[in-house]
């Protein structure tokens, strides 16, 4: 092939891989995904929509500087009207890091890959005075409750106060009280603490469960994120620290 031809075929190869095309199909590709997932209204800005996505979502508020920077940057490359037209072409590192973003914001990692921890169950018939011991020795606080192998409910020291609180009221002994088994509690306290969701589920929707309920304590993972099925792993309160870092580190 002549000089001339391999030109000619640069050319026309431009236009759809070029860093300036990359560039903006990242960008599209950002706009439609923030847009469908929080609702965003066509007429809404990208930037006025990185905003309020960055209000909703963790993960797109550790971005949202990068985002505006790549909003006017957008606006530079491109001459405006009915047919873009490139006008420079950006580095190649920023191309990458905006396909990189792209890309972890629609597929972020997955909690059973990355932060959730195997759960320490309690069967329902275990003693409240059992469940305290075992909070003392391992020093975890939440433990999903199963009858059977399946998640009913989920045991913390918070509960279990407010429960020996209400029993002395009551004239309750102490000793009695953490007799009772486990279920009495828990079954009280459905939704109230915990959630439920299959193990599919991605860390940045963990994180803004996390951020929209601060009673939250722990995400519980299940097949189909549904009571009645077998605990595959959890993810507390206390791992959300993890995953601020961990996306920080990826994004």
Same mark, same amino acid.
């Given at each position: 092939m002549?000089?001339a031809?391999?030109?000619?075929?640069?050319r026309?190869?431009r236009?759809?891989?070029?860093?300036?095309r990359?560039?903006?199909?990242?960008?599209?590709v950002?706009?439609?995904?923030?847009?469908?997932?929080?609702g965003?209204?066509?007429?809404?800005?990208f930037?006025?929509?990185?905003?309020?996505?960055?209000?909703?979502?963790?993960?797109?508020?550790?971005?949202?500087?990068?985002?505006?920077?790549y909003?006017r940057?957008?606006?530079?490359?491109?001459?405006?009207?009915? $047919?873009?037209?490139?006008?420079?072409?950006?580095?190649? &590192?920023?191309?990458? /890091?905006?396909?990189?973003?792209? #890309? =972890?914001?629609?597929?972020?990692?997955?909690?059973?890959?990355?932060v959730?921890?195997?759960?320490?169950?309690?069967?329902?018939?275990?003693?409240?005075?059992?469940a305290?011991?075992?909070?003392?020795r391992?020093?975890?606080?939440?433990?999903?409750?199963?009858?059977?192998?399946?998640l009913?409910?989920?045991?913390?020291?918070?509960?279990?106060?407010?429960?020996?609180?209400?029993a002395l009221?009551?004239?309750v002994?102490?000793?009695?009280?953490?007799?009772?088994?486990?279920?009495?509690?828990?079954? $009280?306290?459905?939704?109230?603490?915990?959630?439920?969701? &299959?193990t599919?589920t /991605?860390?940045?929707?963990?994180? #803004? =469960?996390?951020?929209?309920?601060?009673?939250?304590?722990?995400?519980?993972l299940?097949?189909?994120?549904?009571?009645?099925q077998?605990?595959?792993?959890?993810?507390?309160?206390?791992?959300?620290l993890?995953?601020?870092?961990?996306?920080?580190?990826?994004?």
């Amino acid at each position: 092939m002549s000089g001339a031809d391999q030109r000619e075929g640069q050319r026309k190869e431009r236009p759809d891989t070029g860093p300036a095309r990359r560039f903006i199909r990242a960008y599209n590709v950002t706009d439609a995904f923030l847009r469908k997932k929080y609702g965003i209204e066509l007429h809404v800005g990208f930037s006025e929509a990185v905003r309020r996505c960055a209000k909703l979502s963790p993960a797109v508020a550790a971005v949202s500087a990068k985002l505006q920077d790549y909003a006017r940057l957008r606006n530079a490359i491109v001459h405006g009207g009915d $047919r873009e037209e490139i006008i420079a072409e950006p580095h190649l &590192d920023v191309v990458e /890091d905006f396909e990189h973003i792209a #890309e =972890l914001l629609q597929r972020p990692p997955l909690c059973m890959e990355t932060v959730a921890k195997r759960p320490l169950c309690l069967d329902v018939g275990t003693a409240l005075k059992e469940a305290v011991m075992k909070i003392e020795r391992t020093g975890f606080s939440n433990f999903p409750v199963t009858e059977q192998g399946k998640l009913v409910g989920m045991i913390y020291p918070k509960l279990i106060v407010e429960g020996l609180a209400v029993a002395l009221a009551r004239g309750v002994e102490a000793e009695a009280f953490l007799s009772r088994p486990v279920e009495e509690l828990c079954r $009280r306290d459905m939704g109230r603490s915990f959630a439920v969701c &299959d193990t599919g589920t /991605d860390v940045t929707a963990v994180l #803004e =469960l996390f951020e929209r309920n601060k009673k939250l304590l722990a995400v519980v993972l299940t097949r189909d994120g549904k009571i009645g099925q077998r605990p595959e792993g959890i993810v507390t309160v206390a791992d959300t620290l993890e995953i601020n870092n961990m996306l920080e580190a990826y994004l």
